[in-house]
């Protein structure tokens, strides 16, 4: 069975690592793609010509007319959760399946929404930009976590966690979503307008579909409080950047940190990044050891799975799946 691994060297280092690439080739010849730029589609019907399976990172698009080029392709296997850019209908169509690796980045993500109220709270990286540049910084009133309220838009695996956190952090916690249920007493489950009302960390972890295209726009940042800091850990297309930006530079909210924007690869847009009173990494949120491994040691047990013929846990369309043998 031959796999085609599309992460280009810098990806394989930073995103799959060599334990599951060992295991990988432990059950499956590998052929791994050594360009430094992501595969586009004729790329990918190239280097997959000969490919039962394709392990691909989140840049390496499935688009549909992949699928019908490659005759022999079983398999479209995500390392990532997000399949967006995936054709799955496509996919289907041919008789391909398409898997997604599980979130194994939760505690990660959850720990950097941490880290980013504590730096948008006290400072801490414009008092350290100040000192690197050799200027004496402000000496500005912070605000402590504790008594503090954060309200997190999304109550899926990395809200429930973070709220979990915020309360040992004695942090009163507020949660929007409308497709959860939430029994902890501690939490309250509120509607978005009084979500953005109340918090004084607002954590931005929703779904991205159609349906939450920004959902964070004019009328949302208008009811959070000026004194106010916003948080996105989920991805770009729930902002209307243009939106943010004018309530930063009118100072309708105090401030900003993301980690996703809708620059390439869900990286922040620069533009926005280098505004006053923002801080910013480079989509970062779940690289970690720990967290890259669980992603990447779920293909590797999916591709076993998928060579006995077995449509793996985090299959999305294992009803179409008619390419098994």
Request: glycine share 8%.
């Amino acid at each position: 069975m031959k796999v085609l691994l599309a992460h280009t060297p810098e990806m394989r280092r930073n995103y799959y690592g060599d334990r599951s690439l060992n295991g990988l080739r432990a059950v499956a010849d590998v052929v791994l793609h050594e360009g430094d730029q992501v595969l586009d589609s004729a790329g990918l019907v190239s280097a997959a010509k000969d490919a039962d399976i394709i392990v691909a990172d989140r840049m390496t698009e499935g688009r549909g007319e992949i699928f019908a080029q490659l005759p022999g392709l079983r398999a479209f296997v995500r390392c990532a959760v997000d399949i967006r850019n995936v054709d799955v209908e496509a996919a289907s169509q041919a008789g391909v399946l398409v898997t997604r690796a599980g979130p194994g980045f939760v505690q990660a993500v959850a720990e950097l929404a941490v880290g980013f109220m504590v730096d948008l709270s006290r400072g801490v990286a414009r008092a350290t930009a100040d000192y690197h540049a050799g200027r004496k910084p402000g000496a500005r009133m912070g605000r402590q976590l504790a008594g503090s309220t954060i309200g997190i838009i999304g109550y899926g695996s990395i809200g429930r966690y973070l709220a979990e956190i915020a309360k040992v952090l004695r942090m009163q916690v507020l949660v929007a979503d409308p497709f959860a249920d939430v029994s902890d007493s501690a939490i309250r489950h509120v509607a978005l307008d009084e979500l953005l009302a109340a918090s004084d960390f607002v954590v931005c972890l929703a779904i991205a579909n159609e349906q939450t295209e920004k959902l964070i726009g004019e009328t949302a940042l208008a009811r959070m409080q000026k004194h106010a800091f916003f948080i996105n850990l989920s991805r770009g297309n729930l902002v209307d950047e243009a939106a943010l930006a004018r309530a930063l530079l009118e100072n309708r909210i105090a401030g900003a940190a993301m980690d996703v924007g809708r620059a390439p690869d869900q990286m922040p847009t620069p533009e926005l990044a280098k505004l006053p009173d923002v801080i910013a990494t480079p989509h970062i949120g779940g690289l970690t050891p720990q967290a890259i491994e669980y992603q990447s040691l779920e293909t590797v047990r999916q591709v076993e799975a998928i060579i006995k013929g077995e449509a793996p846990h985090g299959a999305v369309n294992a009803d179409r799946w008619t390419r098994r043998a």
